[in-house]
């Protein structure tokens, strides 16, 4: 082999376009991962390679992606698949990590009552396995080197609950690896001590850094320890803890109802901007009753479902299993053109009429018959 015929081998895909006639991306995968578990085609993948308990119910996965997985930015999520009794299932995940020189990555899991996915993940998965990894996304990240002298000119504030800490952990440390350029205060709440994950990483850094300040609140235990808090998030409590409250810029990240509570009581703060891993309950839209007909313009069906349910939940109650990961409008997974036919999104209210390229099944519900493209 000359050098140039060496060197164009190494080429990223040369040796894919060069197979590709004599074997298809699906039997290559399965040869392949017999081989070595973890490689493909052109399908992101990774092996977990250690795992961790974090706190109750809770794990640490690290994962070593292969090459086709592009990477992520401290505070963003991820779509993870995993095959449970013979079904490939995927749910979105925060990574809790940072980026490593190694390429691994992080995701902390708390197990959730009948969540199919987070019941594999914290007691089923083992060291070894292969997962399908999505590719990262979320806009709760550190602002860009454009913004890097108003940042640092300005002290943050992050508003955590259950296991809205782990995508704010990994801001945490990102923010720790560069040396705390400026303050940052975290105020983590959760129902009982256990519950609490990174606690001791927390401390420590909170003492071995005067720039960082942590804060744990508890809402479920009778009893407190040194420097612990009690009860839930309100204007008041914000106020004692942080009376700069006006000068901070805030990441916010947790169910739904605490998100909508920080953003009131977080008002008056430099900037906001928060996550919520669960939908919003829509209480200022009137409820939509009754049935209306989908029908799926691909596989010739018509369904009739209930008008006030995500689209996402009617079609899985009539037994299809259309693709999803996050199930709060975030990752865009479910995202399914609609031919015609009136939706809401639950998690605005707003009504959309005709088509739409970009529906998202998981937040949006029929308000009339409707045309998919399923």
């Not at 085609?41 to 092996?47: A, F, I, K, T």
């Not at 999520?77 to 980026?99: A, E, F, K, M, T």
Request: aromatic share 8%; glycine share 8%; proline share 6%.
């Amino acid at each position: 082999m000359t050098t140039a015929t060496l060197a164009a081998s190494r080429r990223p895909g040369l040796w894919r376009r060069l197979l590709q006639p004599l074997v298809s991306p699906e039997v290559f995968d399965f040869w392949a991962g017999l081989v070595r578990p973890g490689w493909s085609w052109d399908r992101p993948l990774g092996r977990i390679v250690a795992r961790q308990e974090a706190a109750h119910e809770a794990v640490t996965l690290l994962i070593q992606p292969n090459r086709h997985w592009q990477g992520f930015a401290p505070g963003q999520h991820l779509n993870v698949g995993v095959q449970v009794d013979g079904r490939w299932v995927q749910r979105s995940y925060s990574l809790s990590g940072i980026p490593r020189r190694d390429g691994r990555i992080a995701i902390t899991v708390r197990r959730v009552e009948g969540g199919v996915v987070s019941e594999y993940l914290t007691r089923r998965a083992r060291v070894g396995e292969v997962l399908t990894l999505g590719p990262a996304f979320g806009e709760m990240t550190w602002p860009t080197r454009a913004t890097t002298e108003r940042v640092e000119q300005a002290p943050w504030l992050f508003l955590a609950a259950g296991s809205g800490i782990t995508p704010l952990m990994s801001l945490v440390r990102a923010w720790a690896e560069a040396d705390m350029p400026t303050g940052l205060t975290l105020v983590y709440w959760a129902r009982t001590r256990a519950e609490f994950c990174f606690a001791d990483e927390l401390r420590e850094l909170a003492m071995r850094n005067g720039r960082f300040k942590v804060h744990f609140v508890l809402t479920r235990e009778p009893q407190l320890r040194d420097n612990e808090l009690q009860g839930r998030l309100s204007e008041a409590r914000l106020a004692s803890l942080v009376p700069d409250l006006s000068e901070r810029q805030v990441y916010a990240c947790g169910p739904s109802g605490f998100v909508d509570t920080a953003r009131r009581v977080a008002g008056s703060a430099r900037a906001f901007q928060a996550e919520a891993f669960t939908p919003p309950a829509l209480t200022t839209v009137a409820p939509l009753t009754g049935t209306v007909a989908v029908h799926l313009a691909l596989s010739q069906r018509t369904l009739e479902v209930p008008a006030g349910q995500s689209l996402l939940t009617a079609l899985e109650a009539q037994g299809l299993r259309p693709a999803f990961g996050c199930r709060i409008g975030v990752c865009r997974t479910c995202v399914c053109p609609k031919q015609d036919g009136s939706t809401q999104d639950m998690n605005t209210g707003d009504m959309h009429h005709g088509h739409d390229s970009a529906l998202r099944l998981c937040v949006s519900r029929p308000a009339s018959d409707i045309t998919l493209n399923l």
